[in-house]
């Protein structure tokens, strides 16, 4: 069938498909203006949740201090608060693993050398980091420390493949049910071991670091008797620093 113009007569299935074809155009373009307006929003919330992290990270700093120098003007000492997060990483191998050590290495998710995982600290996890101290160092990060790993070293498991951390949408499409849709989202639930941690934690793929500058010096001796294994508490930041 054809429909006669004045100029010529054009098939109806041509008209029919570029009628279709405009109609798919016109969606597409309120589809764009729509996201348009939804990222705008997000950045916005983002943005503002950046702001009020940095100032509660802000706040915990000036408390530690102030809590510091009040101890020191009265001739006491201060007890530093106990850390609710550890950084633990993985200095050797598996030569002479026994099968218990081996299973709590794959509890914590550490199954290669020089990799990194974060773990809440409780009483079941610090009991198991015991267990296996000659095999790991582990400590209390500082802010900067998590969020160099996230940032430099960070990949995410989205259907059981690691994937790399290069985008929000990433992140918000695996736990924007949880409110964590952005990097600074993510960096907060883990640093304050929020009510999502377990689920933000297994978000993000155990970290692949490099050996440290120099090499690590006697592994098989703990932190405290001059080695590298065990808990070197608020100094971890440091060895994290030299491995990203």
Known sequence: ?????????????????????????????????VARKNNKKKRQQMFKSAEKYVQEYRKIERDL?????????????????????AIVIRIRGIN????????????LRLRQINSATFVKL???????MRLVEPYIAYGYPNMKAVRELV????????????????????IEGELGSLGIICMEDLIHEIFTVGPNFKKANNFI???????PTGGFKKKLLHFNEG??????????????????
């Not at 498909?17 to 203006?33: G, P, Q, S, V």
């Not at 793929?205 to 050996?211: A, D, T, V």
Request: proline share 3%; glycine share 6%.
């Open 205 to 211: 793929w155990p970290f692949r670091l490099n050996c």
């Open 65 to 85: 201090v102030r809590h510091r120098r009040v101890a020191k003007a009265h001739g006491n000492f201060f007890l530093e608060p106990e850390g609710k997060l």
């Open 96 to 107: 002479g693993v026994a099968p218990k050590t081996r299973k709590i290495l794959q509890l």
């Open 227 to 244: 080695g590298a294994a065990g808990n070197r508490e608020h100094l971890i930041s440091g060895l994290v620093h030299q491995m990203i």
């Open 151 to 170: 940032y430099k070293r960070g990949f995410g498991k989205v259907n059981r493949q690691r994937i790399a951390l290069s985008d929000n949408s990433i």
């Open 122 to 128: 409780n009483k079941a996890t610090l009991h198991m």
């Open 1 to 33: 069938m054809y429909v006669m113009t004045a100029s010529a007569s054009v098939p109806e299935t041509i008209l029919k498909r570029r009628k279709r074809d405009d109609k798919l155009a016109e969606e597409r373009a309120a589809a764009k203006i």
